[in-house]
């Protein structure tokens, strides 16, 4: 038995340390040196004015503590046995006296301490662990209060060896109903205290008489039987019992918090866990992107240049009318050289504006299919949208200059002359008719007349073959102009499309492998965190399996030590 | 006419009363505090639970009326016994009483749960000691301050009974936040279970005396309460309705000698057991005990036997060793004799409640007056002196200690006692007679040679003269 309670002790101070708790490690380490010490340690406590230094006196005999009036105990005052009476200060671990009294009483081993009044703040808390028993002294005039019943319930937790003495039975006429209540009471709150009602006043009178009859009525014999039996038993009573109960305190104070972390619930969706689910919802997210960002782009472009062609088709109409309406008044052999400037210009501004909008268009589809993988990642747009080809726009054949037909001087000569010859002619014969010589004043008139006629016939149809055939040059000219363009525009719209397309795989591909990798990796650490999760589960488990064991052995212990009281 | 603290409060009452009328809720709280300002003095006795509260009840009426119930209980004099119960938030209700043998006995409905809020009881009872003041019985002043809140808000003047004198019984006195210094001048501190002391030894009573002086001089409790009396309720209670047959039991015991008597007095068991060597049955002894507890039984019968007393005498000498007699002296003398200025207090402080909890735009000056009569109001200064001069807190020589008692209104309130001539004075005289004074307590008041403490209550009867004079100027103008 004696091993069995030492035993359990040092395995509960080996658990506590194990888990940490130094604390009650070096608590339950002094008590168990304090429970192997044969010396019984009695703490005296009690509201003020009870009679508690009185007790004392009483039970020995013997003026070992100062009693008055008024508030008198100040510090605890130690009364142990000493072959002659002493008293010394004493300041560790609170002050306080010690009193050698040369008393039977006491030479078993008995210390009594008297303490000071409970009140707010006492060293009480501090001596409830240096003490083996607690002795509450409480006055039957007024019964239990619901301070010392507090008190009750708390020192018990710490020190279970605990008696009332309900004193003063000699001035309260219904002292046997308050020592009844008082049992109940007790057996409400749970505690099993034995209540023995005491009078120092006649304890002590019949030690000044030798009164045997009355020193039975003060009720003390009980009281010094039970004290007296508590030292000779220590042992084999009080020290097991103590150390259940220490013990039993140690290991509910260990296994709560491993309750308390066994109750939460195992974190179903720990962040790997979670960060695992969200990628692969990404993943399939990109998934379903992939094909449809792809048609997007295909119709996009398509409808680009389709734009583009019919944007360019009705700039290049627009220049042609013009041309149109300015040869149908112009003369081409003298405009021609300031008009070719100007188409030249407004050509180049067509492709511009068209070229612009290319730009425009195209970098707008790339935005928008960008925008659709902002939520994968936020910059994702490639570099540049547009990469005219390296000969694009370079190959438009210069403008020729058309035969124009110029009416040279010879020509003229030639024309007026021939004219003036049929008008010669015809009225050199008529005239010859009237007798006049073929070439005459009128006929040479005439001839001149018919000559300058045709000259200018001859002018205004040659102008007219000019226009058209300017016409038709700047026709030809503007048709190769938007050939060329439109396949320009037209190559370079499909590089669009085909670097979009790339940039837009690639960064789809990255973006896969990406989530991939992240995933991947996620499981991988919910794999090992469920693992690690298991661990601390069964580690717990195993903890606390330990400590159930060595609750079942407090248990046992208790047991025996309640056997042994009630032995 | 010196404006006294109880004018001001009036005029102050009266202000508000004015300022708030379009209030309903604030008016009938400064008509209540006008009531009760013209009212009776209102005494509350309260202390920790166990302390004796009722008993010390009983002692001061002089007839058995408390306990009654678990809450507050007012006691007021009144042509027949009454008691109407005032439950919070219904209306009241007449209970029936029974007159018993030594007082009364009220019928408290069995229903009212022993949790919620019982309510006030107001119990009329013809009583001489009711005539000046109301005793208001409450229940345990706990330390969460909730009784003693409201003891403070209704009553006037607490007298407050505790069993011991350790800090944790005296925790409900503590001062609450925002008290000014001397805020306990409403205060006597009564050892209420003089008898326990020492184990009920025969010169328990006195022993507690020095207790209650060494209480009353200590400088850390200045402030805390007047002054400290240790008093036996049950033996002071006792001793004003004992009965014929109870004095002829303690006579037929003290007709024993002593000797032999006195192993019977040494505890109860023994004094109600079989072998008790006197022809007096053991219903009657038990009785005995618990009117006068083992404490009163060896007293009463101490003092027939060698003081011979009769049955006329013994209830004086019981009563003068109970200690109520010095209770009563000094209710009468710290509160019945300056009810005015202690309800003027309560009422100051009523209306400085409302004005806070009633915010009012033009109150700036009523606040302002009410702080001002409650922070400088002389009469309080001259309440504690007179409180510290009879506790011997504050230490003068006799004569001067006599001189500054009656100056401040420790013999009666009116000109001519406190100058020493209670009957006609002619003006001259008497400016003469305050003017010695003064210049004498002046001196005092600069004597360095003085303690702090001296100095100190010298400057306050200087303050007394002071009013003397105007008080005297003022009569010689009319």
């Given at each position: 038995m004696a091993t069995f309670w030492l035993d359990v002790l040092d395995e509960t101070i080996r658990a506590c340390a194990a888990h940490g708790r130094t604390d009650l490690a070096h608590e339950l380490q002094h008590r168990r040196a304090q429970l192997l010490d044969p010396r019984l340690r009695v703490l005296v406590v009690g509201a003020p004015k009870q009679g508690k230094s009185q007790l004392v006196n009483a039970l020995l005999n013997a003026p070992a503590c100062p009693v008055g009036d008024d508030l008198t105990t100040t510090v605890p005052t130690v009364v142990e046995y000493a072959d002659e009476p002493s008293g010394v200060q004493a300041t560790d671990p609170v002050a306080h006296q010690v009193v050698g009294v040369p008393r039977q009483l006491l030479r078993a081993g008995l210390v009594l301490v008297d303490m000071p009044p409970l009140g707010r703040a006492g060293p009480a808390d501090a001596l409830l662990a240096t003490a083996d028993a607690v002795l509450l002294v409480s006055d039957a005039g007024t019964g239990l209060s619901a301070g010392e019943v507090e008190f009750l319930r708390y020192a018990v937790q710490r020190c279970p060896t605990v008696i009332l003495a309900l004193t003063k039975i000699d001035l309260a006429p219904r002292w046997r109903q308050v020592a009844e209540r008082t049992r109940m009471r007790l057996a409400q709150a749970g505690l099993n205290t034995p209540v023995?009602?005491?009078?120092?006043?006649?304890?002590?009178?019949?030690?000044?008489?030798?009164?045997?009859?009355?020193?039975?009525?003060?009720?003390?014999?009980?009281?010094?039987?039970?004290?007296?039996?508590?030292?000779?038993?220590?042992?084999?009573?009080?020290?097991?019992?103590?150390?259940?109960?220490?013990?039993?305190?140690?290991?509910?104070?260990?296994?709560?918090?491993?309750?308390?972390?066994?109750?939460?619930?195992?974190?179903?969706?720990?962040?790997?866990?979670?960060?695992?689910?969200?990628?692969?919802?990404?993943?399939?997210?990109?998934?379903?992107?992939?094909?449809?960002?792809?048609?997007?782009?295909?119709d996009d472009i398509s409808d680009l240049v389709s734009d583009i062609e019919y944007d360019l088709r009705d700039r290049t109409r627009r220049v042609l009318r013009t041309v149109d309406e300015f040869f149908d008044v112009a003369d081409p052999a003298l405009a021609w050289d300031s008009f070719v400037p100007w188409l030249e210009e407004n050509l180049r501004y067509a492709g511009q504006?068209?070229?612009?909008?290319?730009?425009?268009?195209?970098?707008?589809?790339?935005?928008?299919?960008?925008?659709?993988?902002?939520?994968?990642?936020?910059?994702?747009?490639?570099?540049?949208?547009?990469?005219?080809?390296?000969?694009?726009?370079?190959?438009?054949?210069?403008?020729?200059?058309?035969?124009?037909?110029?009416?040279?001087?010879?020509?003229?000569?030639?024309?007026?002359?021939?004219?003036?010859?049929?008008?010669?002619?015809?009225?050199?014969?008529?005239?010859?008719?009237?007798?006049?010589?073929?070439?005459?004043?009128?006929?040479?008139?005439?001839?001149?007349?018919?000559?300058?006629?045709s000259l200018r016939d001859e002018g205004s149809s040659r102008l007219l073959r000019r226009q058209s055939a300017a016409k038709a040059a700047v026709q030809r000219h503007v048709e190769d102009f938007f050939l060329k363009f439109s396949k320009d525009c037209r190559d370079v719209a499909r590089q669009v499309h085909r670097t979009l397309r790339d940039h837009f795989l690639t960064l789809a591909e990255d973006l896969q492998e990406e989530i991939a990798d992240a995933a991947r990796l996620a499981k991988d650490t919910a794999d090992r965190?469920?693992?690690?999760?298991?661990?601390?589960?069964?580690?717990?488990?195993?903890?606390?399996?330990?400590?159930?064991?060595?609750?079942?052995k407090t248990r046992l212990l208790t047991t025996a030590a309640t056997a042994g009281v009630a032995a | 006419?010196?404006?006294?603290?109880?004018?001001?409060?009036?005029?102050?009452?009266?202000?508000?009363?004015?300022?708030?009328?379009?209030?309903?809720?604030?008016?009938?709280?400064?008509?209540?505090?006008?009531?009760?300002?013209?009212?009776?003095?209102?005494?509350?006795?309260?202390?920790?639970?166990?302390?004796?509260?009722?008993?010390?009840?009983?002692?001061?009426?002089?007839?058995?009326?408390?306990?009654?119930?678990?809450?507050?209980?007012?006691?007021?004099?009144?042509?027949?016994?009454?008691?109407?119960?005032?439950?919070?938030?219904?209306?009241?209700?007449?209970?029936?009483?029974?007159?018993?043998?030594?007082?009364?006995?009220?019928?408290?409905?069995?229903?009212?749960?022993?949790?919620?809020?019982?309510?006030?009881?107001?119990?009329?009872?013809?009583?001489?000691?009711?005539?000046?003041?109301?005793?208001?019985?409450?229940?345990a002043a706990d330390l969460d301050g909730g009784t003693m809140a409201r003891v403070r808000a209704d009553a006037d003047?607490?007298?407050?009974?505790?069993?011991?004198?350790?800090?944790?019984?005296?925790?409900?006195?503590?001062?609450?936040?925002?008290?000014?210094?001397?805020?306990?001048?409403?205060?006597?501190?009564?050892?209420?279970?003089?008898?326990?002391?020492?184990?009920?030894?025969?010169?328990?009573?006195?022993?507690?005396?020095?207790?209650?002086?060494?209480?009353?001089?200590?400088?850390?409790?200045?402030?805390?309460?007047?002054t400290v009396v240790a008093v036996s309720g049950l033996l002071a209670h006792t001793a004003r309705t004992l009965s014929?047959?109870?004095?002829?039991?303690?006579?037929?015991?003290?007709?024993?000698?002593?000797?032999?008597?006195?192993?019977h007095l040494l505890s109860v068991d023994r004094f109600t057991g079989q072998a008790f060597p006197v022809p007096v049955d053991a219903p009657?002894?038990?009785?005995?005990?618990?009117?006068?507890?083992?404490?009163?039984?060896?007293?009463?019968?101490?003092?027939?036997?060698?003081?011979?007393?009769?049955?006329?005498?013994?209830?004086?000498?019981?009563?003068?060793?109970?200690?109520?007699?010095?209770?009563?002296?000094?209710?009468?003398?710290?509160?019945?004799?300056?009810?005015?200025?202690?309800?003027?207090?309560?009422?100051?402080?009523?209306?400085?409640?409302?004005?806070?909890?009633w915010p009012h735009p033009d109150a700036g000056e009523l606040s302002a007056g009410i702080e001002q009569a409650l922070a400088s109001g002389h009469e309080l200064r001259e309440l504690a002196l007179l409180a510290s001069l009879r506790a011997g807190r504050t230490r003068l020589s006799a004569e001067r200690t006599d001189e500054?008692?009656?100056?401040?209104?420790?013999?009666?309130?009116?000109?001519?006692?406190?100058?020493?001539?209670?009957?006609?004075?002619?003006?001259?005289?008497?400016?003469?007679?305050?003017?010695?004074?003064?210049?004498?307590?002046?001196?005092?008041?600069?004597?360095?040679?003085?303690?702090?403490?001296?100095?100190?209550?010298?400057?306050?009867?200087?303050?007394?003269?002071?009013?003397?004079?105007?008080?005297?100027?003022?009569?010689?103008?009319?």
């Open positions: 023995v009602p005491v009078s120092a006043a006649l304890r002590l009178r019949a030690a000044g008489t030798d009164d045997v009859a009355l020193n039975a009525e003060s009720g003390f014999p009980e009281l010094v039987g039970r004290l007296q039996r508590e030292v000779s038993t220590k042992a084999q009573r009080l020290a097991p019992h103590t150390a259940a109960v220490l013990t039993a305190t140690a290991i509910e104070s260990l296994v709560a918090p491993l309750v308390a972390e066994h109750a939460t619930p195992p974190a179903e969706h720990t962040t790997a866990a979670l960060q695992l689910r969200d990628l692969q919802h990404r993943h399939d997210g990109l998934r379903r992107h992939a094909s449809r960002w792809q048609s997007a782009l295909a504006a068209n070229f612009a909008w290319l730009v425009q268009r195209s970098h707008w589809i790339a935005t928008r299919i960008a925008a659709d993988f902002a939520g994968y990642r936020p910059e994702v747009l490639p570099e540049s949208t547009f990469w005219p080809a390296a000969d694009a726009f370079g190959g438009v054949a210069e403008l020729e200059r058309p035969a124009l037909g110029e009416f040279t001087l010879g020509q003229k000569v030639f024309t007026g002359l021939r004219g003036s010859y049929g008008g010669l002619v015809m009225f050199g014969l008529l005239t010859s008719v009237a007798g006049l010589p073929l070439i005459n004043l009128v006929s040479l008139g005439a001839g001149a007349l018919f000559g300058s006629k965190a469920a693992v690690e999760q298991d661990r601390r589960r069964q580690e717990l488990q195993r903890e606390f399996d330990g400590l159930v064991a060595l609750r079942h | 006419m010196r404006a006294t603290l109880a004018d001001r409060a009036w005029y102050l009452l009266t202000t508000a009363l004015r300022m708030y009328r379009d209030h309903a809720d604030a008016a009938d709280w400064m008509r209540h505090q006008i009531d009760r300002f013209e009212g009776a003095l209102r005494i509350a006795v309260t202390g920790p639970a166990c302390s004796g509260k009722s008993t010390l009840i009983n002692a001061l009426v002089g007839d058995e009326v408390a306990p009654v119930g678990t809450g507050f209980v007012w006691y007021q004099d009144g042509p027949t016994p009454r008691a109407t119960l005032y439950p919070p938030g219904e209306a009241e209700r007449e209970l029936p009483v029974t007159r018993v043998e030594r007082g009364l006995r009220v019928e408290v409905p069995g229903w009212l749960p022993a949790d919620a809020d019982p309510g006030e009881i107001v119990v009329d009872w013809p009583a001489r000691a009711l005539r000046h003041a109301v005793l208001i019985d409450t229940p003047a607490v007298v407050y009974a505790t069993p011991t004198v350790a800090e944790a019984d005296l925790l409900p006195l503590r001062p609450g936040p925002g008290s000014s210094p001397g805020a306990m001048v409403d205060t006597i501190l009564v050892l209420s279970r003089a008898d326990e002391v020492g184990g009920s030894r025969i010169d328990a009573l006195s022993g507690a005396r020095v207790i209650a002086r060494r209480r009353d001089r200590g400088i850390a409790v200045r402030g805390r309460w007047q014929e047959a109870e004095y002829a039991a303690l006579a037929a015991l003290a007709a024993q000698p002593g000797a032999d008597l006195a192993g009657t002894r038990a009785a005995l005990l618990d009117r006068l507890g083992l404490f009163g039984v060896r007293l009463a019968s101490t003092l027939i036997r060698t003081d011979g007393a009769s049955q006329d005498t013994l209830p004086g000498l019981l009563l003068q060793h109970s200690g109520l007699i010095e209770l009563r002296d000094a209710v009468r003398e710290l509160f019945l004799d300056r009810r005015q200025v202690l309800k003027a207090r309560s009422a100051l402080r009523g209306l400085r409640m409302a004005v806070q909890v500054a008692r009656r100056l401040i209104g420790g013999y009666g309130d009116d000109i001519g006692t406190r100058l020493g001539a209670p009957e006609y004075l002619d003006p001259t005289r008497a400016g003469t007679l305050t003017e010695e004074s003064l210049h004498r307590w002046r001196g005092d008041a600069e004597n360095g040679t003085l303690t702090e403490d001296q100095r100190r209550a010298a400057r306050t009867v200087v303050r007394s003269c002071e009013g003397l004079l105007t008080e005297l100027a003022h009569t010689d103008r009319r």
